[in-house]
């Protein structure tokens, strides 16, 4: 039996984090404990990518260095340093995880990259994956982390998914402009915020620039109509500094990516709209001069067909289930492949998240619901199928 989970997020700080380690242990806990799980020839916990936050830390902003950058030592200790911060902030998770392999020892691990971990799985990773594998007690050493898990006798593959996300992927030399968004955007406001209105980075004031990142869908328009609406409550209270903060952050964006070849346009899209929200912080201007199409979320569904079929070119393996996470959106879809039927499935996140709200009173999207969001799938071999379980699952639960 395999259960697949991903984007975690685990921060190199307890603040930033929004993953409940406690929900986490009992859900596992009380899945394992089930008949039809007690019964499974073994199980495989897969965690499918994003599980540590590499991109989200000030490491980055300290040390001056970038993960696009051509990889130098100081680049390695950075990252060093980051996934040392994270192991500490995280024992809780760590604790939990040997308390459920304890209770259950079938349960095997295996850990997927993701684009948050990406810097993992290059030269500046180097010695880090060795401290990430041993606290996830996986064999190894130094060897980068799988791009995929591959398994035939379940009849599935599962990646992250990054891989069709033009924002968030390295290839043919160009770089994940993503990464700069999460550290020169997202990372910086805050801090450039809170320089210009003589307050702390972590002054309840700013909370809603720190959770840019925790936004669904999660579009350039979405984030920056969230950041928009913020800035209506800021202003009142620090209007006159807010201009000088956007154009520094917008600076700063645009100096570091300066060079560097990109296959999206996202950073031409948040030099766009960082500008013109200097100009008038209100969402109403924003949704005037932003590209409406920007605001469609992103699907990984239409791209798994064609990994389904490459698989089966290349190594002639026919899969009945694609699992893909990164999107934090849990979905299901069932695919047409030219030798029948699969199945698209999508792993969500364990995390906070922000929501527009839908409404027909008053302006649209001038509300947010906040949620926690719990999600996982289950796939069982065809062994493990029988007295009517299920060939696979996706659980998922909210609460707020």
């Known amino acids: 039996m395999l259960v697949l989970l991903s984007d975690l997020h685990l921060t190199d700080t307890p603040e930033r984090s929004t993953f409940q380690v406690t929900s986490f242990e009992r859900t596992m806990l009380a899945m394992l404990e089930e008949p039809g799980s007690r019964a499974a020839e073994g199980v495989r916990l897969v965690l499918l990518g994003d599980v540590f ?9 300290d040390a001056g260095t970038r993960p696009w950058e051509a990889p130098t030592e100081l680049h390695r200790a950075t990252v060093g340093k980051i996934v040392d911060r994270i192991l500490a902030a995280n024992s809780d998770f760590f604790a939990a995880l040997g308390r459920i392999r304890d209770a259950h020892p079938r349960v095997a691990v295996t850990y ?106 999660q579009t350039m328009y979405s984030m920056a109509e969230w950041l928009a609406h913020g800035l209506v409550d800021l202003e009142e209270t620090a209007g006159a500094h807010l201009d000088a903060a956007l154009e520094e952050v917008v600076e700063g964006l ?56 490459d698989a089966h070119r290349l190594h002639g393996v026919d899969y009945r289930y694609i ?13 047409s492949t030219s030798r029948g039927v699969a199945y698209y499935l999508n792993s969500g996140t364990w995390r906070r998240l922000h929501r527009a709200v839908d409404t027909t009173v008053g302006p649209a999207g001038r509300l947010y619901a906040t949620t926690i969001a719990h999600s996982f799938i289950i796939v069982r071999h065809p062994r493990e199928r029988s007295g009517g379980l299920p060939g696979y699952e996706l659980r998922q639960s909210y609460h707020d």
């Open 112 to 217: 997927v990259i993701g684009n948050h971990d990406w810097p993992l799985n290059t030269a500046m990773g180097t010695g880090s994956r060795v401290k990430v594998r041993t606290r996830l007690g996986l064999a190894g050493g130094d060897a980068l982390f799988p791009e995929a898990h591959d398994d035939p006798d379940h009849e599935l593959l599962a990646q992250h998914g990054h891989h069709w996300d033009l924002a968030n992927r390295y290839r043919g030399g160009a770089i994940a402009i993503g990464d700069a968004i999460v550290i020169d955007v997202v990372m910086q406001l805050p801090l450039v915020f809170a320089r210009h209105l003589g307050v702390d980075p972590d002054d309840p004031l700013l909370r809603f620039v720190h959770e840019l990142d925790d936004v669904i869908p």
């Open 254 to 309: 645009t100096a570091r990516v300066a060079g560097y070849r990109t296959e999206s346009p996202v950073d031409a899209f948040w030099v766009s709209a960082l500008k013109h929200l200097a100009l008038t912080y209100g969402p109403v201007r924003l949704a005037l001069t932003l590209p409406a199409g920007a605001s469609a979320p992103p699907s990984l569904a239409r791209h798994a067909g064609v990994d389904l079929e």
């Open 53 to 61: 936050e590499v991109l989200k830390s000030r490491v980055w902003l």
């Open 323 to 335: 699992v893909y996470g990164h999107t934090h959106i849990p979905d299901f879809r069932s695919l």
